[in-house]
T-cell receptor, first 116, second 113 residues
Framework: NAGVTQTPKFQVLKTGQSMTLQCAQDMNHEYMSWYRQDPGMGLRLIHYSVGAGITDQGEVPNGYNVSRSTTEDFPLRLLSAAPSQTSVYFC???????????????FGPGTRLTVL | AQSVAQPEDQVNVAEGNPLTVKCTYSVSGNPYLFWYVQYPNRGLQFLLKYITGDNLVKGSYGFEAEFNKSQTSFHLKKPSALVSDSALYFCAVREGGYQKVTFGTGTKLQVIP
């Protein structure tokens, strides 16, 4: 199993550009989420999904869109990049569902995004 | 709303000494509590979790955590620190019945040789 994969590893954008951060998992996990990590702020939840076709907003959703057309993929779209979106982005997945026992998250390696 | 507090930005401990990284939480219902570790330029890795049952939870790499309901705490501990334990540690909470996970701001652990 590859686990959770994220592409690209690094990205530099200019203000106003759009892009999609890719996330995929091969563990058949229902629950997937996107976080951003900023110094002194810890991890903040952007969007999450509890299954294919179902998404919801997290703590800091503005400026980001998500969709979940398959169980495996959960892309994050930046609509019009701003310098405030400079951050490290992590995708995570967990088994989720009704069984609360198996709910630790597996994290991808992260995407370091710089917006100029 | 659920929340997590890690009151120490950094903890320094000498190699071989016991270590404690503090975490307190707030949820309305039953808490599910987690500790994750992050090494430089890496994603987070799961260390241990408390779901129900024994208040002392054992996890990876010799770490353990004690759930204290009255003090709403879930402190991470290890009897003897290693230099290789130096990393960033995150506490997280999820309320039973909900899928959102809230992370603390992280505590940098520095183990001094």
């Amino acid at each position: 199993n590859a686990g959770v994969t994220q592409t690209p590893k690094f990205q530099v954008l200019k203000t106003g550009q759009s892009m999609t951060l890719q996330c995929a998992q091969d563990m058949n996990h229902e629950y997937m989420s996107w976080y951003r990590q900023d110094p002194g702020m810890g991890l903040r939840l952007i969007h999450y999904s509890v299954g294919a076709g179902i998404t919801d907003q997290g703590e800091v959703p503005n400026g980001y869109n998500v969709s979940r057309s398959t169980t495996e993929d959960f892309p994050l779209r930046l609509l019009s990049a701003a310098p405030s979106q400079t951050s490290v982005y992590f995708c995570a997945s967990s088994l989720g569902g009704a069984d609360d026992f198996y709910n630790e998250q597996f994290f991808g390696p992260g995407t370091r995004l710089t917006v100029l | 709303a659920q929340s997590v507090a890690q009151p120490e930005d950094q903890v320094n401990v000498a190699e071989g000494n016991p270590l404690t990284v503090k975490c307190t939480y707030s949820v309305s219902g039953n808490p599910y509590l987690f500790w994750y570790v992050q090494y430089p330029n890496r994603g987070l890795q799961f260390l241990l979790k408390y779901i129900t049952g024994d208040n002392l939870v054992k996890g990876s790499y010799g770490f353990e955590a004690e759930f204290n309901k009255s003090q709403t705490s879930f402190h991470l501990k290890k009897p003897s620190a290693l230099v290789s334990d130096s990393a960033l540690y995150f506490c997280a909470v999820r309320e039973g019945g909900y899928q959102k996970v809230t992370f603390g701001t992280g505590t940098k652990l520095q183990v001094i040789p």
